[in-house]
């Protein structure tokens, strides 16, 4: 197949071809042709065209996660578009093409790719595989100004581009589709660098077989034909908040909680991963806002307690600002809920053994250190039935919906400023396989903000008035020895056992 004999390019196919932004990317359903425009747009990189001018000499990589899918799919889609008299050598070991002309094409899996070298391009195929920090090292990449012949690279075509399957409200979602949203609706942080060309399987419908959507509209479910026919972004396969919403979920400015409205805490201890601590509240109607958060890797117990205080010394300031009052030293926090796991003893295994069997548990160890910092941080260990805790967060998402304004039901938001909650909510998964939380993932977030969801919104909270039931919290605070008359917390241990 010559150049002269590719079949006609899509509209979409030919705006992803001619884009001058520097990050261009098609994302859309399947049989939108997407992968045959990225091999497309690399042939014409490589070589002289009325496209993109005379690139003999220029230096690239075209690659995807793994290595099998890139031999079995992307490089048989390249070789059946790339003239056979243009290629003057293939090393199938090394992965290299050389092109007559000069032109020099890396292949690579970036599961296994090595980062190096000086390149005008990226390629990258199936790109909802690929990882935010692999393809913000590519990035740092493209560094060849000029082709080997002295031919001056023009900056569009210093580029990272790709094409992919939407995957939910992923980090390649914020990067692409919601910046495209920002640019239809004037928002001023739209960054014209990350041009995103959503695509639809009708696109390309000409070029596929009579019955191969309506085919496709028999066999899959509604949701799964809106994804991956029409290219929505609203869920992916495992992904554990489905009812995550940035638009509806994530508030527009930082609120700032009522100094009266009750505050819940929750502590993940990662070690060595990282620790976490969200900060939520309950407005007067039962709102759920987590308002802030403390995220910090590779950090020692005192230096993660030496942070949080100073977060509740700037949520005083801030309360006492909007309400007009001299504020106090620190907010005042209704309920600590922690990781259960923080009740055995620091240093334990998970086989039981331990250094010392006099070692403090991990609950006393942030108390003992709290109080050394001249605050109390009376720790609970929060309920951990992970599948419901998970539900029941992803209910107080759901509620945001419009159509369940009417019912009137908690709703569950974060500000702005709670970067890693964000992230962390659009990117939670389970691994298919074994139906529970991916490895690898950074789900510390996910486990803090539950601990203390679960912890304010225990199983008995939409009873009826009628069954008078006794909450979980209610308990909690008659054993911690709040009462009604003060907010005062009595200590949470009386021995080394952990909470009592």
Known sequence: MNIEDWPSWTAKQEEFIRCRAKYPFMWGGWGAAKSWALCMRVILMLVKSNIYGDMRGNRGILGRWELKSLRDTTMKDLMELLPSAWIEGYNKQEGTLRLVGGSELITASFKEFKVGGNYSFVAIDQAEEVPQEVIEKLQGRIRMSKTTKGVL???????????????????????????????????????????????????????????YITNLEQTLTPKKFRIYIGGSWEAFEGQVYDEWNYSTCVNSTNIIPGSGWKKFIGIDHGYPAAKVASFNALSPNNDWITYDEVYMEDAKTEQ??????????????????????????????????????????????????????????????????????????????AQNDILAGNDKVNWLF?????????????????????????????????DIRTGKPADGQQDHTCDAHRYAAVTAFPSTFMATAAEAPVSREDEIIELMGWGSGGNEPTHAFDHESGWV
């Not at 053994?353 to 160890?365: D, R």
């Not at 509620?399 to 909650?421: E, W």
């Open 153 to 211: 690279i023009p900056e569009h075509l210093r580029t990272v581009y790709g094409v992919g399957n939407p995957n939910g409200r992923s980090w390649h979602y914020k990067t692409w589709e919601l910046n495209r949203l920002k640019g239809e609706r004037g928002d001023l942080d739209f960054d014209p660098r990350y041009h995103c060309i959503p695509c639809t399987t009708y696109d390309n419908a000409e070029n596929l077989p009579d019955d």
């Open 398 to 430: 759901w509620n945001n919906a419009p159509f369940r304004a009417h019912l009137k039901l908690p709703k569950g938001s974060v500000n702005p400023r709670c970067v890693q909650h964000v992230n962390a909510n659009e990117e939670y998964h389970y």
């Open 304 to 381: 993660f307690i030496e942070a949080i205080k100073s977060r509740m010394i700037l949520h005083e300031r801030e309360m006492g600002e909007a309400e007009g009052y001299t504020p106090f030293e620190l907010e005042r926090i209704w309920m600590w809920c922690c990781d259960p796991s923080m009740r055995r003893r620091a240093g334990e295994q998970t086989d039981g053994s331990h250094p010392s069997a006099a070692a403090l548990t991990e609950m006393k160890m942030y108390t003992n250190e709290a109080q050394r910092q001249g605050f109390d941080m009376p720790l609970y260990p």
